[in-house]
């Protein structure tokens, strides 16, 4: 196999010229098939398997136990559980956007990160839903919220957000599932072709479903992507904005907005392609990616990265404008307790991460260091954590009457499941990256076949 060129902080998307079919097969499958697993992936691995057995621990302490272990109380009946629900609900909306909307767009650039940034949204999603079954009083109950027929004709409250909650997030799980195993079709025939022992053949042979790359299979590949890409799209707007209404519908000062709903979809974007960036720089470094995430792609996410901060930061605005425009003195007093209050210090950080940090990127330099890059989508992947938190926690903590008023801690076990969640993310994805092909291989044998013919022309 030919050596790879070495990155340049100039190259574009398109691929080396000498580059082939083999050349491209060679370099993604191999880091399945035959690389082994190297100590910076074993330690890596080995702590955030570790947190994972702790958030699996924390939570069957917890159905034992009950909420009561957490700092959740009247009136801050919602604490970290609803803030990591939406916020990790929120991280895998950039997965669904790169490979939905950026498709039908037909941007050549999503082809390198949206494999992992599919996987992301899996596994953002599946962790975003555990949360409210946590916060239920008796979760073991949880499959009540789905309208199964029975025979005591018990059905859901239909008027009620959890039920909202299931059906959104297991609409966006089903959807993203088909939409990123259909793209590993065709990658897993090649695994199956290349796989030297027995079982790896079986294995990937199975779920590569009998592909042989004949013309009809990609007829009917290439028109059920598309349908489903569709079907992904609707998902961008329409599973955050219900989201959104968990809170919108209420009458507590600051949840009820009807700014919510394109506000909550901004952010979520946000959020999203802050965490591609913190997931696609690390695995370009350690599993010498540079030649297919190429600093173009970075650059790419980044210019996202700065358009919606820009409505996140337009949203911050309205919903400050609009209290004081509207003279209800409960919504002037709810921004002027965030702003002033005992959450406060949180208020004005999330601000500096999500408005300040990001404006860094109206330099090019900026856009193209990839260490800048990855220190300011730590900041904003903080930032919207703590701006999900000030919404769910500062709303509540001050009641309409003074005798109604307290205030929320966190206890161990708040941050316990917190950080457990990270890690169980962590573990899972990088059991994706040495499982499954980070990048998909049929689509860069594509953007190779378009750069010959563009060169012949």
Not at 402 to 419: E, L
Not at 421 to 447: D, K, N, T
Request: charged residues 15%; hydrophobic residues 55%.
């Amino acid at each position: 196999m030919n050596p790879l060129p070495p990155d340049n902080s100039n190259s574009s998307a398109e691929l080396p010229a000498h580059w082939s079919y083999t050349t491209i097969s060679d370099k993604i499958s191999d880091l399945v098939l035959r690389r082994r697993n190297r100590w910076p992936w074993l330690i890596a691995f080995g702590c955030a398997f570790t947190v994972m057995l702790v958030f699996f621990g924390a939570c069957i302490y917890l159905f034992k136990t009950g909420v009561g272990i957490w700092g959740v109380n009247i009136p801050v009946a919602w604490g970290f559980a609803i803030s990591n629900f939406v916020w990790w609900i929120g991280i895998g909306h950039a997965g669904t956007f790169i490979s939905a909307v950026l498709l039908l767009l037909r941007q050549r650039w999503r082809g390198s990160i949206n494999r992992f940034a599919e996987a992301m949204t899996l596994f953002a999603a599946g962790i975003a839903g555990i949360f409210p079954i946590l916060h239920l009083g008796r979760p073991w109950f949880f499959y009540w919220l789905i309208p199964y027929p029975d025979v005591m004709n018990l059905w859901p409250q239909w008027r009620s957000p959890l039920v909202w909650d299931i059906f959104a997030i297991s609409t966006y799980l089903i959807v993203s599932l088909l939409f990123w195993y259909m793209g590993l079709i065709p990658d897993l025939a090649t695994l199956r072709d290349r796989a030297k022992s027995r079982s790896k053949q079986l294995i990937y042979g199975l779920f590569a479903l009998g592909w042989r790359g004949e013309a009809r299979h990609w007829a009917r590949y290439e028109k059920a992507y598309l349908l489903i890409a569709g079907l992904a799209t609707a998902l961008v707007v329409s599973v955050h904005s219900v989201v959104s209404l968990d809170f919108a519908i209420g009458n507590t000062p600051g949840y009820h907005s009807t700014l919510f709903p394109p506000y909550f979809v901004a952010g979520a974007l946000f959020s999203g392609f802050a965490m591609v960036l913190t997931i696609a720089i690390p695995l370009r470094h350690f599993f010498a990616l540079h030649d297919f995430i190429t600093v173009r792609h970075l650059e790419n996410a980044a210019k996202i990265l700065l358009a919606t901060g820009w409505l996140v930061a337009y949203g911050y605005a309205a919903e400050i404008f609009m209290a004081y425009y509207s003279g209800e003195q409960f919504e002037m007093y709810e921004v002027h307790d965030r702003m002033t209050g005992a959450y406060s210090p949180l208020f004005w950080t999330l601000l500096v991460c999500n408005v300040l940090v990001p404006q860094i990127l109206w330099w090019r330099k900026a856009r193209r260091s990839v260490v800048v890059l990855f220190i300011m989508s730590l900041f904003v992947n903080l930032g919207m954590w703590l701006e999900r938190f000030v919404i769910v926690v500062s709303s509540l903590h001050r009641d309409f009457l003074p005798s109604s008023w307290g205030i929320f801690i966190p206890t161990r076990w708040d941050w316990i499941h917190f950080v457990g969640s990270i890690g169980m993310f962590i573990a899972l994805f990088l059991l994706f990256v040495r499982l499954l092909p980070a990048i998909s291989i049929f689509e860069m044998r594509e953007q190779v076949h378009e750069s010959s013919q563009a060169r012949k022309s």
